[in-house]
T-cell receptor, first 113, second 113 residues
Framework: NAGVTQTPKFRVLKTGQSMTLLCAQD?????MYWYRQDPGMGLRLIHY???????AKGEVPDGYNVSRLKKQNFLLGLESAAPSQTSVYFC????????????FGPGTRLTVT | AQSVTQLGSHVSVSEGALVLLRCNYS??????LFWYVQYPNQGLQLLLK??????LVKGINGFEAEFKKSETSFHLTKPSAHMSDAAEYFC???????????FGPGTSLSVIP
């Protein structure tokens, strides 16, 4: 099993550009999450999904959109990138009935100039 | 509302010394508590979790944590630090719903030879 994978690993965007981050998991997990990690702030939940075709807002959803068309994939979109979105983005998943242990991907480092 | 505080953004210990990383939480209901570890350039990995069973929880790599309701604390300890323990450690809290895992700001642990 590859676990949770994220594509790309690094990206540099200019202000106003758009991009999509892909998260894929091969563990048949029901729940998937997108977090951003900023120095001194821990991880903050952007959006999450409790199953295929469903998404919900987390703590810091503004400026981001998500889609979960397939159970194994969770996409995070930035329609018009801003410097404030410079961060490390982590995807995580967890199986149904086990909300406690989240399995994390390796992260995507995004810089917006 | 849930929140997590971690006293000390950076902790240094000598190799072989006791490791103590502090975590305090606030929650309106009995919480679920977690410690995650993040090695450089990697995602987070679960160290241990408290889910209302035994108050002393043992995790991987010799770490353990004790849930103290009266102190609203969940401090992480390890009797003897190893060089490989150098990493970022995150305390997290969740109430009953899986979509509300709140992470603390993290503590960076350095181990001095």
């Amino acid at each position: 099993n590859a676990g949770v994978t994220q594509t790309p690993k690094f990206r540099v965007l200019k202000t106003g550009q758009s991009m999509t981050l892909l998260c894929a998991q091969d563990m048949n997990h029901e729940y998937m999450y997108w977090y951003r990690q900023d120095p001194g702030m821990g991880l903050r939940l952007i959006h999450y999904s409790v199953g295929e075709g469903t998404t919900a807002k987390g703590e810091v959803p503004d400026g981001y959109n998500v889609s979960r068309l397939k159970k194994q994939n969770f996409l995070l979109g930035l329609e018009s990138a801003a410097p404030s979105q410079t961060s490390v983005y982590f995807c995580a998943s967890t199986p149904s009935g086990s909300p406690y242990e989240q399995y994390f991907g390796p992260g995507t480092r995004l810089t917006v100039t | 509302a849930q929140s997590v505080t971690q006293l000390g953004s950076h902790v240094s210990v000598s190799e072989g010394a006791l490791v103590l990383l502090r975590c305090n939480y606030s929650s309106s209901v009995p919480p679920y508590l977690f410690w995650y570890v993040q090695y450089p350039n990697q995602g987070l990995q679960l160290l241990l979790k408290y889910t209302s069973a035994a108050t002393l929880v043992k995790g991987i790599n010799g770490f353990e944590a004790e849930f103290k309701k009266s102190e609203t604390s969940f401090h992480l300890t390890k009797p003897s630090a190893h060089m490989s323990d150098a990493a970022e450690y995150f305390c997290a809290v969740s109430e009953t719903s899986y979509d509300k895992v709140i992470f603390g700001p993290g503590t960076s642990l350095s181990v001095i030879p």
